[in-house]
């Protein structure tokens, strides 16, 4: 069993009071994991440190705190007992999906009682497909992909799609209100989920599956756990909205003069193609180096490295040949207006494939080559060359010269825009904490000045709650904290998540 301890005092008398709480919350650890193990069995009760490892530490291995345990529920009724088991001995619940987190929001932080960490990944059961009504029942456990894959298989889409989607689950999906690479067309996660089932904090179970397109009948309850990381309840399954399955794509990598020339691209492929625009992603120079430098198989789709490059792809239920066309006509447009460099387009699926692979390598490719302050902000779409512009400027003020790694989803207004450090570089830096904080808050003041956000799909989880406390009005806070306490008196859930 893992032993964790509280801070100790110099002081006498806290000391001897810390031994006190120490040897409480052992007790109570002890007692309660004899019966989760009653519960659950004792496979799913893991409280070896070896075993708790992978659960402990966050995707980038950044982030890793004690947790008492960490239990693997099979079904609803189980996570029901853990939680009113966790309630009486009064240990905190952290949910966990597939721990893919970017900002730290699956594992355990380094303050207060260490938490039972509740692995959602044995609930992997896909209940129902309803083809005819574009709806599929799903368990929380349930990964990405396999969602994917089981809605292509009826001939429908599950819209969302993000780098993640052969780890992440549905679970986290909701509970970070993700977004992905098709947000542009379809929406983010909370927009293509029509119910939801949740583990509330005295272990009662909302059965809210509705698969309904109109349901009037008071507060829309399930966007009260969509996008609030797991601090107001435990989502054990939810229904998710299926699309017709585009079977005929076009997909192009151009190279964009500059950001502002993308973005007046992005307006003629709107003007152009409607909705059948489904994703327009953009990289800077130095992140395709990374990718291509760091990812066996990866390599730049152009002759040459320039600055900027975008991602655009079409998708319909038909039209294949009018869609290349449309897609090549526009690109010609741009060309002669003199917006891009260079372009080519994928004439079939191998070689979709291996460009939508430059666009989900980016942060395996960062993560192998050094430490990307990673940042999440949106700004209105039309802000984004001057939210580059000016956050590099910010960047460069601290560190002149630094490497800057630019993702934007573009369609969006979200640039993950990352100041760039070698592993020797960090290594050397005197005070890296400082750094970081530094070069997040220059980022994200900039993406404030512009009317935006720190956080367009990540969440908070631990890195984002100085941001929190420092961008949030008094008032916003104030709802949030009223909606905690409601749902969550005894702060069982995600204690220090989400809010300051
Ligand atoms: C390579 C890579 C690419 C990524 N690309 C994107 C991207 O394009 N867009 C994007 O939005 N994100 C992206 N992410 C971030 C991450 O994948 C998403 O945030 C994802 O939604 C997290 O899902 P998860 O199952 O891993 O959740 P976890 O990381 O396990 O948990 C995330 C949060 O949700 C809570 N939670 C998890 N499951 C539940 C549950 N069942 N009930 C209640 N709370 C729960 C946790 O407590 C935590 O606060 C990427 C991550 C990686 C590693």
């Not at 070689?351 to 993560?367: D, Y």
């Amino acid at each position: 069993m893992l032993f964790f301890r509280r801070g100790v005092s110099a002081d006498p008398l806290l000391v001897r009071e810390a031994a006190t709480i120490e040897e409480l919350d052992m007790k109570n650890v002890t007692a309660l994991i004899a019966a989760l193990e009653a519960e659950l069995g004792a496979d799913a009760v893991l409280t070896a440190e070896s075993d708790l490892a992978p659960f402990t530490e966050d995707w980038r291995g950044r982030y890793k705190g004690p947790a008492a345990a960490v239990v693997q529920p099979s079904n609803t009724s189980q996570v029901s007992a853990v939680v009113r088991l966790c309630a009486a001995y009064g240990v905190p619940v952290l949910p966990q999906g597939g721990n893919t987190s970017l900002c730290a929001g699956a594992v355990p932080a380094n303050v207060g009682l260490p938490p039972v960490i509740v692995n959602l990944t044995r609930m992997r059961r896909i209940r129902h497909i309803d083809a005819a009504n574009g709806s599929m029942e799903v368990e929380a456990g349930c990964v990405l992909k396999t969602i994917q894959d089981a809605a292509a298989a009826e001939q429908r889409l599950y819209a969302v799609s993000l780098g993640a989607e052969g780890s992440c689950q549905i679970g986290g999906n909701l509970s970070t209100n993700a977004g992905g690479t098709a947000v542009l067309r379809y929406g983010n996660t909370r927009d293509n989920v029509l119910g939801l089932e949740v583990v509330l904090a005295d272990g009662t179970v909302w059965n809210g599956l509705r698969a309904l397109r109109k349901d009037n009948t008071g507060l829309d309850l399930k966007h009260l756990f969509i996008g609030t990381e797991g601090t107001l309840g435990i989502i054990t399954a939810a229904t998710l909205k299926l699309h017709p399955l585009p079977v005929q794509h076009a997909l192009a990598w151009f190279a964009p003069v500059d950001p502002a020339a993308a973005l007046h691209i992005l307006g003629m492929f709107q003007a152009a193609c409607g909705s059948r625009l489904s994703a327009f992603e953009m990289i800077n120079r130095r992140q395709l180096e990374l990718v291509v430098e760091q990812v066996p198989g990866r390599r730049n789709p152009l002759s040459e490295l320039h600055e900027w490059h975008v991602l655009v792809e079409l998708g319909d239920t038909h039209g294949g040949e009018e869609m290349a066309a449309l897609m090549q006509q526009t690109l010609e447009h741009a060309a002669v207006a003199g917006l891009i460099h260079d372009a080519v387009l994928a004439s079939n699926q191998t070689q979709r494939a291996a460009l939508w692979e430059i666009r989900h390598s980016v942060s395996e490719a960062n993560k192998k080559a050094g430490v990307g302050l990673t940042t999440d902000c949106a700004v209105p779409v039309s802000a984004v060359p001057l939210f580059i512009e000016r956050a590099t400027q910010a960047v460069h003020a601290i560190v002149p010269g630094l490497d800057i790694l630019v993702v934007a989803h573009l369609g969006d207004g979200n640039a993950h825009f990352i100041p760039f450090f070698t592993f020797d570089a960090w290594r050397q830096l005197a005070d890296r904490s400082a750094m970081a904080n530094a070069m997040r808050r220059c980022v994200n003041d900039v993406a404030h000045e512009l009317r935006g956000t720190f956080s367009a799909e990540h969440g908070v989880g631990q890195t984002g709650l100085p941001e929190m406390a420092h961008y949030k009005s008094a008032a916003e806070l104030g709802l949030m904290r009223a909606v905690k306490n409601a749902l969550d008196p005894h702060n069982l859930f995600n204690p220090g998540r989400l809010l300051p």
